[in-house]
């Protein structure tokens, strides 16, 4: 039988159709899951009680990097009072010195005492997993809020030799605790509900925004400089929320916090350190 080439373009079409609804059936048959052999900095899920204007937050991270992939793990029960959070500061992280595109970012909370709080949103990885972009699209990771010690999460980063900036955010106390009640029941509610962590829709930088524009009087639209978060500062800085008078080049060496977090990574007051707010 001759089968002309008609023919076979239909039955490549249909092949490809084929193909195509497998694909969507085994994606949409593909569930989160709360139990896989996580790697350590990933293992437990943080667990936030309410108790009034107090919060108890059970597994705070405060692993000690001796290596950007080498740790002491410690986990920690700590309360904080919620009544007395005072400032926001927006942590960004290129990935790159030559390509500013690609980053993470997170934020980090101050109290009256002195604390600090860092909150940063990850693509859950497991045991012998490497981030990358195209895993992320397809559904290979969860997502998971981990809430650290900057000490932990600031000092990972600097030892990777990745360029960290802690920007100070103009914000009221009130939106400051907004914020961060915010994020806390969103990371509560992932230990009930797991979901995907997605490259471009369900990632750090878009949690954040969508946190940020629950509390924002002129919300932040997804655009590129989202999607390329190294970017996202210009975005920040735009809308006059980081606090300097400086053109944001010049703001961007000030609060460049590598060198003093490499010198004084010991220090007592590490948070206040890296923030140039004690004499190195």
């Known amino acids: 039988m001759k089968i002309n080439h008609a023919t076979l373009r239909r039955m490549a079409a249909g092949l490809l159709g084929l193909a195509v609804l497998a694909v969507a059936i085994g994606w949409s048959s593909m569930r989160p899951s709360l139990a896989r052999d996580w790697i350590p900095e990933h293992r437990l899920l943080p667990e936030v009680e309410e108790r009034g204007d107090t919060v108890v937050i059970h597994n705070v991270r405060d692993f000690r990097w001796s290596t950007g992939a080498e740790a002491t793990p410690a986990w920690r029960r ?55 972009v195209l895993r992320g699209m397809l559904r290979q990771y969860e997502v998971i809020y981990v809430i650290g010690e900057e000490r932990d999460l600031v000092q990972q980063r600097v030892l990777r030799d990745d360029d960290v900036y802690v920007y100070p955010i103009r914000a009221t106390a009130a939106q400051a605790r907004a914020l961060l009640e915010d994020m806390l029941r969103r990371a509560n509610a992932l230990r009930e509900q797991p979901e995907f962590y997605g490259t471009i829709r369900n990632n750090c930088t878009t949690n954040l925004l969508a946190h940020v524009n629950r509390i924002a009087d002129k919300p932040i639209g997804y655009g590129r400089r989202i999607l390329l978060p190294g970017y996202s ?48």
């Open 78 to 132: 700590e309360a904080y009072d919620l009544g007395t959070v005072e400032t926001v500061w927006y942590v960004l992280t290129p990935f790159s010195r030559d390509r500013r595109g690609p980053a993470h970012a997170f934020v980090s909370f101050g109290f009256r005492d002195g604390r600090f709080l860092a909150i940063s949103v990850e693509a859950r990885r497991e045991q012998g997993e490497q981030y990358s």
């Open 233 to 280: 500062d210009e975005v920040a800085y735009e809308r006059g929320w980081i606090d300097t008078t400086l053109p944001l080049d010049s703001a961007r060496q000030q609060f460049l916090i590598n060198g003093r977090a490499r010198r004084l990574a010991a220090a007592d007051d590490y948070s206040a350190t890296i923030r140039g707010l004690h004499d190195d």
